[in-house]
């Protein structure tokens, strides 16, 4: 079992439509990320938060904001997203520059 | 442009036998490496984390570290079907803060009963 949970597991939408997914871990850990993985690639860095601020962006397209409430909890907004935009979208976080990274289950979205 | 290059496979090998699966990156200032396994359809499991040359054991799963040679592979001996996954080697930016880690294309080995 993971120690970090993402809701929902599943998410189909439309590309009018605005969604949001959700990360929480309660390890402690001060840095959590999102990464975008499609089908038979590598997952590929969207984000990172360091102590709740936004430390890193990929060059992530606007049709996708983080955000990140408290060091427990983070989210991604999604509005107006395309249909390459489907992929399962994986948080995780570490304690630590140099500690491994910790992945939650993801969340499988489809955009149609 | 940090590169981290796997071969994609799929390595088949029997049950009981010994996988090697490698992985070469290209930023010679990198300081940690990472091995994720990955089922189809699931998120990257942390198998083993390495810093520093040489090897690290851990049950059945051996990484070996090279830096000057830019290399680090996995052992997993005495291989199981239900080792059969997408193994994913991972390897930190240099002077990123926290992780940002590059990822390789994985290596799918395929373990038979």
């Known amino acids: 079992d993971t120690e970090v949970t993402q809701t929902p597991k599943h998410l189909v939408m439309g590309m009018t439509n605005k969604k949001s997914l959700k990360c929480e871990q309660h390890m402690g850990h001060r840095a959590m990320y999102w990464y975008k993985q499609k089908a038979k690639k590598p997952p590929e860095l969207m984000f990172v938060?360091?102590?709740?601020?936004?430390?890193i962006n990929e060059s992530v397209p606007s049709r996708f904001s983080p955000e990140c409430p408290n060091s427990s909890l983070l989210n991604l907004h999604l509005h107006a997203l395309q249909p390459e935009d489907s992929a399962l979208y994986l948080c995780a976080s570490s304690l630590s520059y140099n500690s491994p990274l910790h992945f939650g289950n993801g969340t499988r979205l489809t955009v149609t | 442009q940090k590169e981290v290059e796997q071969n994609s496979g799929p390595l088949s090998v029997p049950e009981g036998a010994i996988a090697s699966l490698n992985c070469t990156y290209s930023?010679?200032?990198?300081?940690?490496f990472f091995w994720y396994r990955q089922y189809s359809g699931k998120s990257p499991e942390l198998i083993m984390s390495i810093y520093s040359n040489g090897d690290k054991e851990d049950g059945r799963f051996t990484a070996q570290l090279n830096k000057a040679s830019q290399y680090v592979s996995l052992l997993i001996r005495d291989s199981q079907p239900s080792d059969s996954a997408t193994y994913l080697c991972?390897?930190?930016?240099?002077?990123?803060?926290?992780?940002?880690?590059?990822f390789g294309t994985g290596t799918r080995l395929l373990v038979s009963p």
């Open positions: 991972a390897v930190t930016e240099r002077n990123t803060g926290f992780q940002k880690l590059v």
């Open positions: 938060y360091s102590y709740e601020k936004l430390s």
């Open positions: 930023d010679r200032g990198s300081q940690s």
